[in-house]
């Protein structure tokens, strides 16, 4: 394994079995040059990837620090979740954060508006956001708010296998939380966040969304589904409410058996 190009003091790209990688270790570009062995005791990652250029073009405008503190908690996230991210994670995550800190640093702070949904539909991730707000402020003495782990916690999620794509995960959050400002309004009540009623119509939402897209809908029989609306009509009458807000904003049509199950969220919220 010889270096044909070096990134940064923390990453070069070798040739290894006639095929072009990329190898991380911490000083692994250390006193080196072109056509150098390299040390495999110092190789902590190694992976090919088709994004080579750019790779290249954001290691040449970030400082070394920020490509190091992102590995970091690429390999905290791993290792927390318990699977490999893809490969695409070094460069969307690493690029996020640097311009993130870059941007704390100058006093512009983003607010994420899905902060709340986020905490409770991906919180294992946000929990990691949370180690990775503590380890940046530790490494670059940056305070960070919170809404940045929450954005990180999208990029981590969608990086996982089966992780889905970030911008239809943004707007299926999006969508749920505008249902809860949906049911919050027709309600008219306030709702505790750590409630965890609350939490569970979130989770609830989210699954009824991803099973409409699949066409993988809960079946509820016409008896239960009758019962439901004669013994709960607020709730239901709130229910299709939010399904009517739903489709003339998000052109999103919830079947009548969902709505029996939403009510039943909604009524635990009431009580």
């Not at 439901?228 to 409410?241: D, G, L, M, T």
Request: proline share 2%.
């Amino acid at each position: 394994m010889k270096i044909k190009k070096i990134l940064n003091n923390n990453a070069v790209i070798v040739i290894d079995d006639v095929r072009e990688k990329i190898a991380i270790g911490s000083g692994i570009a250390f006193n080196k040059k072109r056509n150098d062995p390299v040390n495999v005791e110092k190789v902590e990652k190694i992976f090919v990837m088709r994004e080579n250029e750019k790779l290249e073009q954001l290691l040449s405008r970030i400082p070394e620090e920020h490509f190091t503190i992102s590995e970091e908690i690429i390999t905290y996230a791993e290792e927390c979740m318990g699977t490999k991210l893809n490969d695409h994670i070094h460069i969307v995550l690493t690029d996020h954060l640097s311009f993130a800190i870059e941007r704390t640093i100058e006093g512009i702070y983003i607010h994420n508006k899905l902060l709340n949904e986020i905490k409770i539909l991906y919180q294992k991730e946000f929990e990691i956001g949370l180690w990775a707000l503590q380890h940046i402020r530790k490494v670059c003495q940056v305070e960070m708010p919170e809404d940045e782990a929450a954005f990180i916690a999208l990029h981590l999620h969608t990086m996982k296998p089966q992780g889905g794509d970030l911008h239809q995960t943004v707007r299926q959050t999006a969508i749920v939380r505008d249902m809860v400002q949906s049911i919050k309004r027709h309600l008219a009540i306030a709702i505790e966040e750590d409630d965890i009623s609350y939490q569970r119509l979130i989770t609830h939402l989210r699954f009824a969304l991803t099973r409409l897209s699949q066409n993988e809908l809960h079946r509820l029989d016409e008896e239960m589904l009758f019962m439901i609306q004669r013994k709960f009509p607020s709730s239901y009458n709130c229910a299709k409410k939010v399904a009517e807000d739903l489709g003339r904003i998000h052109e999103i049509d919830f079947p009548e058996q969902e709505l029996g199950y939403i009510t039943l969220h909604i009524e635990r919220l009431r009580k």
